[in-house]
């Protein structure tokens, strides 16, 4: 129980191979569904196509047979909108509530926009069941367009969709923050200025719990969670750190990496992570570069261009607006180096970066030359 009315009715997921097929989920995933008990009975989201059988058996059980009256709706993305035909099939006198978007995603997905039994709710609609009360907000690509929140007035509870979900099933026992920032920055990185304006609406609410799609029911020290949002979708540093995200062929790159790394330690720099973008979790590598306050990007050159995994990396970094951050660099190339040039033009058009001399230039392998500018680099970085 969440509440004496509000139940938990998800599914645990421990077979996925890649979340939204690419994120890797070493501790599965949940879907989160709810159900609110009163005069009247609303089942809030579904789940993933391959729970919904065992999810409708929540629902059977938990109501000991009877009839919910609504499907409440909030976000279309099929890890949640998957068991609706299904519901609407098994409880015939069933309402689906929702925003007027996800009804023509409704009819995409399953033939029929539910016309005859639905209500289409906007900013600001109320749903009554009773002593509950629904108020729902929009919350525009959080992480679609056509997602709702709802706020629940009488027990406090925030229905807050993807917001404040993180990877993993509920029997994980792990740190929030790391998979819920791994989840973020993955998925909903893109939408800062969006989040900030669910922020904001959600600042006006009395809010004691959170009830989110994935993850867990946040019931304590909300502020902890929610400063967490900000910092993250205001595109702010977390942490001061520094991130080494490289590529390397033969190892000579990885050398120079290594130094720096050795460098940075002995300069004392509080915190140090090194991504190697060809073999760990790219995922991972984004939250980090998201994470701390200062990147530096080595890459070999490659093809006229860079090496293709830190050429993927920086798209990710580009497309989630990576900004306000220290930047360094590291290119190697045998012949004709290139890579810092490369690297520096598909960050360009971000905003407030702030780019370190000396851009460092391994021609095949360390020299006393790079080896010089790398411990000007660490000097620079540790500044
Ligand atoms: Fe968990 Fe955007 O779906």
């Known amino acids: ?27 599965g995933m949940a879907y989160n569904s709810y159900l609110i008990q009163d005069e009247k009975t609303a089942v809030m989201d579904t789940v993933d196509s391959r729970f919904v059988a065992q999810w409708l058996e929540n629902i059977n059980q938990t109501l000991a047979g009877k009839s919910p009256d609504y499907l409440v ?16 099939a098994a409880y015939p006198d069933a309402t689906v509530v929702s925003s007027r978007m996800a ?15 639905r209500i289409v709710v906007t900013e600001g609609s109320t749903l009554s069941l009773g002593k509950h009360e629904l108020t729902f907000v929009a ?34 026992d792990e740190d929030w923050a790391c ?14 200025p969006q989040v900030q304006d669910l922020l904001k609406k959600a600042a006006a609410l009395d809010i004691s719990i ?4 994935h993850g867990p029911v946040l019931k304590e020290n909300l502020g902890y969670y929610i400063n967490l949002y900000d910092t993250w979708s205001s595109y702010r ?9 490289y590529t390397s062929v033969y190892g000579h790159t990885k050398e120079a ?22 073999r760990d979790d790219m995922a991972e590598a984004v939250e980090d570069a998201f994470r701390y306050d200062r990147l530096v990007l080595a890459t070999t050159t490659y093809n006229g261009d860079i090496f293709p995994f830190m050429r993927e990396f920086i798209h990710h970094l580009t497309e989630r607006n990576y900004q306000n951050r220290t930047v360094g660099i590291i290119e190697n190339g045998s012949w004709a180096p290139q890579a810092a040039k490369v690297m520096t033009r598909m960050l360009e058009e971000c905003k407030d970066l702030t780019w370190l001399d000396p851009k460092v230039k391994l021609q095949c392998a360390l020299s006393d030359d790079s080896r010089a500018q790398i411990r000007q680099l660490a000097e620079a970085l540790c500044k």
């Open 1 to 27: 129980m969440i509440t004496n009315d509000i139940q938990y009715i998800g599914v645990q997921d421990h077979e996925i191979d890649l979340f939204e097929g690419q994120y890797v989920v070493p501790n």
């Open 73 to 88: 709706v909030h976000h279309m993305e099929p890890d949640h909108s998957s068991g609706i035909a299904a519901f609407a």
């Open 103 to 117: 009804f023509v995603m409704m009819k995409n997905y399953f033939g029929s926009d539910f016309a005859d039994r």
């Open 139 to 172: 919350a525009p690509m959080v992480h679609w367009p056509e997602v709702m929140v709802s706020y629940e007035k009488a027990d406090k509870v925030l229905f807050s969709a993807d917001g404040f979900g993180k990877f993993g099933a509920l029997d994980a």
């Open 179 to 192: 998979e819920a920032r791994r989840y973020y920055i993955g998925i909903v990185g893109k939408y800062g």
């Open 210 to 213: 959170i009830c989110p799609l």
């Open 237 to 245: 540093p977390e942490s001061k750190g520094v991130l080494i995200a």
């Open 257 to 278: 990496v290594e130094l720096l790394a050795s460098e940075l330690e002995s300069l004392g720099c509080e915190k140090v992570s090194i991504a190697d973008l060809a």
